[in-house]
T-cell receptor
Framework: DGGITQSPKYLFRKEGQNVTLSCEQN?????MYWYRQDPGQGLRLIYY???????QKGDIAEGYSVSREKKESFPLTVTSAQKNPTAFYLC??????????????FGQGTRLTVV | AQSVTQPDIHITVSEGASLELRCNYS??????LFWYVQSPGQGLQLLLK??????LVQGIKGFEAEFKRSQSSFNLRKPSVHWSDAAEYFC????????FGTGTKLQVIP
């Protein structure tokens, strides 16, 4: 079945450690996105990529890094520079990377807790 | 700034009653507009989308939304709510970069 897979579903890390969240899609979509969700704040865009080997900062990119070496994969690293990393992270993809917006398909999310 | 606004944080309706969730957008031209639903601890599922054309859009699960340019609104409606509709609903809009509203949490009482 086609879809977006995020792993793991729950992740615990100690403060000061970097952690990488996985996102894989087999929908052959060009664009991929990372969002952060906090209660009462909706979804805030961290990074997005419209094409392989290219990505752009979203609204809250500080303390995060990404790579897009393959079309199917868009891992997110939460670095120790991120001041409040505990949150629910959502990965999404959409068909068109450039020239227009199509609807986004979402993974099931990763809940990161930093202690 | 370009954005979508959901003025209602929380709405409670009785099962079988009608539902309307509000969404207002602020863009220079007509953006692409979407409604998504999220169950607790899950990802988002697309309910419906508006790109152009007919201003009344039908979606899944019996939902519809109407685009009103004069009011800069894209409100979500359902004629009769079921207990399983209890979830959080997000309006989203944009061009190449999509912005999400802060969400409306729907509670359904028997």
């Amino acid at each position: 079945d086609g879809g977006i897979t995020q792993s793991p579903k729950y992740l615990f890390r100690k403060e000061g450690q970097n952690v990488t969240l996985s996102c894989e899609q087999n929908l052959n979509h060009d664009a991929m996105y990372w969002y952060r969700q906090d209660p009462g704040q909706g979804l805030r865009l961290i990074y997005y990529s419209q094409i392989v080997n290219d990505f752009q900062k979203g609204d809250i990119a500080e303390g995060y890094s990404v790579s897009r070496e393959k079309k199917e994969s868009f891992p997110l690293t939460v670095t120790s520079a991120q001041k409040n990393p505990t949150a629910f992270y959502l990965c999404a993809s959409s068909l068109n990377g450039q020239g227009g917006t199509t609807e986004a398909f979402f993974g099931q999310g990763t809940r990161l807790t930093v202690v | 700034a370009q954005s979508v606004t959901q003025p209602d944080i929380h709405i409670t309706v009785s099962e079988g009653a009608s539902l309307e969730l509000r969404c207002n957008y602020s863009y220079g031209a007509t953006p692409y507009l979407f409604w998504y639903v999220q169950s607790p601890g899950q990802g988002l599922q697309l309910l419906l989308k508006y790109f152009s054309g007919d201003t009344l859009v039908q979606g899944i699960k019996g939902f519809e939304a109407e685009f009103k340019r004069s009011q800069s609104s894209f409100n979500l409606r359902k004629p009769s709510v079921h207990w399983s509709d209890a979830a959080e609903y997000f309006c989203a809009g944009g061009y190449q970069k999509v912005t999400f509203g802060t969400g409306t949490k729907l509670q359904v009482i028997p």
